[in-house]
């Protein structure tokens, strides 16, 4: 069974840093391209960042560029946000998608990040 | 503000066929594949449709997808109270160089 579980959310204050974690199982993780996908309370779906299988090749949202950075470890099926300088406006659910634009995605069930002072 | 969009509510009895519309331009649904992700209150999404139009394994056929030009849509036939969730479309966008997801479209069975 396909399962991605994210951990290390929680409440930071404004400036802080918070570093996401996602690993997945039931899957040959090295295989898949893998994303982070938002959702501020009560409103719709928001693309963060993805990475291709290597790590090699990334891409972020203009309003994360330059505070969030992403790596994976395939050899522990693991994918990593880490996210700096946070804002009040990345208070969210975020979510570990693998595959997002192909027939093979599947969502976490998400982290809630809130940032607040 | 979402690049793609969606009406932000449909509804139907049980059995009627819905049907939502999801426009976006030509750097995005105009060159690329469109997928459909359903979003039942307090879960995670999940994938609806892929490839514009192809059902994963497990979703049901009365799920249809379809695109034409720089819009798609999605179609439910023969609606059903387990229905009842948020609906989004999404693809990729050239000109941004970011996955696009639409307004989501809350369904609702009267």
């Known amino acids: 069974e396909v399962q991605l579980v994210e951990s290390g959310g929680g409440l930071v204050q404004p400036g802080g840093s918070l570093r996401l974690s996602c690993t997945g199982s039931g899957f040959t993780f090295r295989t898949y391209w893998m994303n982070w996908v938002r959702q501020a309370p009560g409103k719709g779906l928001e693309w963060v960042a993805n990475i291709n299988q290597g790590g090699s090749d990334q891409a972020f949202l203009d309003s994360v560029k330059g505070r969030f950075t992403m790596s994976r470890d395939n050899a522990k099926s693991s994918l990593y946000l880490q996210m700096n300088s946070l804002r009040v406006e990345d208070t969210a659910v975020y979510y570990c998608?693998?595959?997002?634009?192909?027939?093979?995605?599947?969502w976490g069930q998400g982290v809630l990040v809130t940032v607040s002072s | 503000q979402s690049v793609l969009t969606q009406p932000p509510s449909a509804s139907g009895t049980p059995r009627q066929r819905v049907t939502i519309s999801c426009s976006g331009s030509?750097?995005?649904?105009?060159?690329?594949?469109v997928n459909w992700y359903q979003q039942v209150p307090g879960t995670a999404p999940k994938l609806l449709i892929h490839t514009s139009n192809q059902r994963p394994s497990g979703v049901p056929d009365r799920f249809s997808g379809s695109k034409s030009g720089t819009s798609a849509s999605l179609a439910i036939s023969g609606l059903q109270s387990e229905d009842e969730a948020d609906y989004y479309c999404a693809a990729w966008d050239d000109s941004l160089n970011r996955y696009v997801f639409g307004t989501g479209t809350k369904v609702t069975v009267l």
């Open positions: 030509s750097s995005n649904i105009g060159r690329k594949t």
């Open positions: 998608v693998r595959d997002l634009s192909g027939g093979g995605c599947y």
